[in-house]
């Protein structure tokens, strides 16, 4: 799986397809974190949210660089559609941490109130808030949906669900809390255990049905 993950990431960089959304983030990061005298709650929630939207657009970019007949190749030499899906996951994943890390360390270095709690809370934050990005944009890519137009509207309409949708018990009750400045306990794990699980039933349900259309 490692293999995998390294041979997409290898794919990624080569495509530069990271570049429109890691851009973006960056660009939200630099105005978000720009004031050291801001309180840092709310703005991971933003920066979160960002997050989010990258996740989703890495895996979608990920999984859509190869064309169907390298697909084929790619599934014959990985042993299989889950370990290839397992990989892309994990290639993405590794993005995002390092952007949380990057993130989280940018909003440390800046503000010295902040402490190990505070600190905790952000990279919980932006993890979870990877994940869902994750399991939305895996049905959204070429696995399940084939052409590019419907890709970006169905990620554009569970995305604005996600995020804005009160009664979507993922990430927005998490977001809210940070606004307020009251994370702690309930929303953050709520956020985490369902982020994990809605990212488990993705991979399963994905993986399944594309298995069967390969």
């Known amino acids: 799986m490692l293999a995998v993950s390294r041979y997409y990431l290898a794919l990624l960089g080569h495509s530069q397809r990271y570049l429109p959304a890691g851009l973006a983030y960056l660009a939200l990061c630099s105005i978000l974190y720009a004031d050291p005298s801001s309180p840092v709650l709310p703005l991971y929630g933003v920066s979160g949210a960002g997050v989010l939207v990258l996740g989703c657009w890495l895996t979608i970019a990920v999984l859509d660089i ?35 890390l990057a993130t989280v360390a940018w909003a440390g270095t800046h503000r010295n109130q902040l402490h190990w709690q505070t600190i905790s809370t952000g990279l919980a934050t932006h993890l979870a808030c990877a994940l869902v990005g994750i399991a939305i944009g895996l049905p959204c890519s070429r696995l399940l949906v084939s052409r590019i137009g419907w890709t970006v509207l169905a990620a554009v309409l569970v995305l604005g669900a996600v995020l804005l949708g009160r009664w ?41 049905v594309s298995a069967r259309r390969s």
């Open 168 to 208: 979507v018990p993922l990430v927005h009750p998490l977001l809210e809390a940070l606004t307020s400045g009251t994370p702690y306990g309930g929303p953050l794990a709520l956020a985490i255990g369902t982020s994990v699980v809605l990212l488990a039933a993705s991979m399963t349900v994905v993986g399944a």
């Open 66 to 100: 190869e064309d169907p007949v390298q697909r084929l190749i790619t599934l014959n030499h990985a042993g299989g559609n889950r370990k290839t899906i397992r990989g892309a996951v994990l290639a993405v994943f590794g993005c995002t941490v390092v952007c949380t």
